[in-house]
């Protein structure tokens, strides 16, 4: 099947749309976009709250309330059930709308011209009649008809099927245009199509379709948003679940069915089965895992990275590789050309320098300048650009009137592009070439000797850091051009030295993964001696010399592994080679984390355990394959990413400790009374009031803790470590059975000692629940830290705790104090005595979760 072109609508003047009218045009069409994947709206966010087990076992005791006659305290326990269901409703909707924030900042990306400027936007915010401008590696963000093209191809198979690139030409050169306005073939060679990928070449176009009305749309395929994806974490969450869930509701079936038989009262039985049920129903573990992820990439969003799979949240605590580029992530990515060779002359350039260029240097510039896009996205060509400007400005070396006739790219098997051209003045063509010097030489059949010089200069540039490239011109004069760049007849021009600074901030970051136990490997398609020099600026260990492309081929796996070990630097590597040592990497046992930016990147990106685009300069196909995109191309965004992901785990585990040790005693509370022949101490309502404490602490107070101070100054966590390993799981038993024995001593010695108003059962109830409340306001704050003290406090504070602590307090003065309320709990407020007893007995047990966190998990570690 052929797509076919819409009619276009041509944009006013040569300088794409103003603002005013492609606001006009977004209003009438509107966005250029297709239905995504459903997102959960209110209602159905409604739905999925109202129908939690714990809300329908809330829902079947306030029925059994209503049977028994309690009118009264039925009506409230749903009016606590409506409250919880609201917090829980603002958690969901907190954890979609971050979703939702991330799907807009994945959103595809148009360079447009708009008012005579290039600027980047939304690929949504494109209207019909805007131009766009193309690169490789990009995909078409609309239905476009071509106005300049070079060398460009299109993979259409998204639309047609077939797998093979197709050649494109703008609407002058492609045949039959401008005749009909059909799905004739000339005319489909002069339309991108929204949703293909560039795979070679530029193009400078305008839109004709958008959205639905594209061909995409027409087909009816839909953009994918983010997904959320089922994580090791997620699986170990729910066979936990899954599990406990199981066992507690044989539990409270065999509590229901004792009590029924003991005490002949089968709807008390199915009251104390059921609260039971509440207790051990770990509801809330599901909620903060999805919450801690969803947060977690929201809050990397905000420092400019963004994680468009959450498996990438959760593994960056175990990186122990960051394999990353050097151009735009260790550099500014902004070059400037520092020195011009050859082999009559030489000059440092730099902008402070006005003495005028030599004569003999004004061909390498011209050639070079020729040799590099006109529109450049090449950081290096911008340079090269930016030269020519500067110091060929008036002279007879600039040919804005120049023809471009064709190009040959760059490729794996040829580091050089070479660019044809015609001149106004002349019959022949002339041919600019550049690229890696070695590439150029090859290219210019030099002798051995001449090789020998220009190896030796490149060697000297590249110590001093600089990023070399040769230069190199040809005349042709025959019609048809010849298939490959070498049957030209170069001759050798010289060297270009560019310059691309270490960013400011790497050297700091670098120093932080290493004291992390990470290695930051360098993989550079540059000269090893301007590896090398990069890498000692940046403060990667340089302990042996950098393995070429070349040296790499040679190797067979099992000495590429033994290389490994004590090899940071890697030279001249193709992408191909990129996945070779990702996956040399792995197997080793590494977590490996890879940046790219290129098209040929995508597999390595693919194969790493986190890939790491660039989101800047990288290409749309990279951003795609990757689990990260570094929004601003910078590698310290890279190791805070690792920081959040250490912190995103370390917090879960602190949560999970914190889960565990709270329903100890919740069980203990429910289930021991009917062995000792007391009546039952907990009822729904107080683990409903409960609830009000834990799934605020375990979603927002533990989420949004600050990482420890030394967590960056350890290894990496393995990769198989799991969230319920035996060491959380035995610190949260140990610290809620001992505040368990606690309230056990509390309610018995209530009942022997209470003197306040009512009975002893409520009085001891009463006094059990406040030391009860204010203990698990203890374990929120001793599990905040596993590196301080609790006495000393936390190194930050924490609002939330604040809020929350000061709500449960205040909640619970209200319910001991208004007759109402306490009826409904069954208390009867104990004397003040009593309470000054009971606030002493919170801070024992804040001791014992104290000495259970300092001696019983001092091995315990956090990511």
Known sequence: MTPTAPETTPAPGGNGLSDAEARQRLVRDGPNELPVSKHRGVLRLTWEVASEPMFLLLVACGAIYMLLGDRQEALMLLGFVFVVMGISFSQQRRSEKSLEALRDLSSPRALVEREGKALRIAARELVVGDTVLLAEGERVPADIRLIEASNLAVDESLLTGESAPVNKACASEAPDLGQKEDASEGNN???????????????????????????????????????????????????????????????????????????????????AGLTLAMAILPEELPVILTLFLGLGAWRLAREKVLARSIPAVELLGATTVLCVDKTGTLTVNHMTVQHLWSVQAMRDTRPSDPTPLQDELHGLLEYAVLASHRRAFDPMEKAIGEAGQRLLTNTEHLHADWTLVDDYALSPEMLAMSRVWQSSDQTERLIAAKGAPEAIVDLCHLDAEEASGVAHQVRAMAVEGLRVLGVARARFAADVLPPQQHDFEFEF???????????????????????????????????SATALSIARKAGISVGSPAI??????????????????????????????????????????????????????????????????????????????????????????????????????????????????????????SVLPVFFGWPMLLMPVHILFLQLIIDPACSVVFEAEPLEADAMKVPPRRQDQKLFDRAVVTRGLWQGAGLLLLLLT????????????????????????????????????VNRSWGRTAWRGSAASNRQFAWIAGAAVIVLAGVLTVPGISRLFSFATPAPGLLLAALGIAGLAMAWFETVKRYLGSGLRLE
């Open 189 to 271: 060679l002069a339309l991108a199509f929204s949703g293909t990928l560039v795979t070679r070449g530029t193009a400078r176009g305008r839109v004709v379709a958008t959205g639905e009305r594209s061909a995409l749309g027409r087909i009816g395929k839909s953009l994918a948003g983010i997904a959320v994806e089922t994580t090791p974490i997620q699986r170990e969450m729910h066979q936990v679940v899954k599990w406990v869930a199981i066992v507690g509701l044989a539990l409270a079936a065999v509590l229901a069915m004792s009590y029924a038989v003991v005490l002949g009262d089968w709807l008390h039985g199915l009251l």
């Open 493 to 527: 021009l010289g060297l270009i030295g560019l310059e691309d600074p270490v960013r400011a901030d790497v050297p700091q970051a670098i120093a932080e993964c290493q004291a992390a136990g990470m290695r930051v490997v360098m993989m550079t398609g540059d000269h």
């Open 548 to 669: 070429t492309g070349a040296e790499l081929s040679a190797l067979n796996d099992e000495t590429l592994q033994a290389r490994l070990a004590d090899t940071h630097v890697f030279s001249r590597v193709q992408p191909d080679q990129k996945l070779r040592l990702v996956r040399a990497f792995r197997a080793r046992g590494d977590v490996v984390a890879m940046t790219g930016d290129g098209v040929n990147d995508a597999p390595a990106l693919k194969a790493a355990d986190i890939g790491v685009a660039m989101g800047a300069h990288g290409t749309e196909v990279a951003r795609q394959a990757a689990a990260l995109v570094l929004l601003n191309d910078d590698f310290a965004s890279l190791v805070t990413a690792v920081r959040y992901g250490r912190r995103v785990f370390a917090n879960l585990r602190k949560a999970i400790v914190f889960v565990v040790a709270v329903h100890v005693p919740i069980v203990g509370l």
């Open 746 to 781: 509390v309610y018995a010695g209530g009942r022997a000692l209470a003197i306040g108003d009512g009975s002893q059962d409520n009085v001891a109830r009463a006094l059990t629940f406040v030391v009860l409340v204010l203990s698990n306001l203890g374990l929120i704050h």
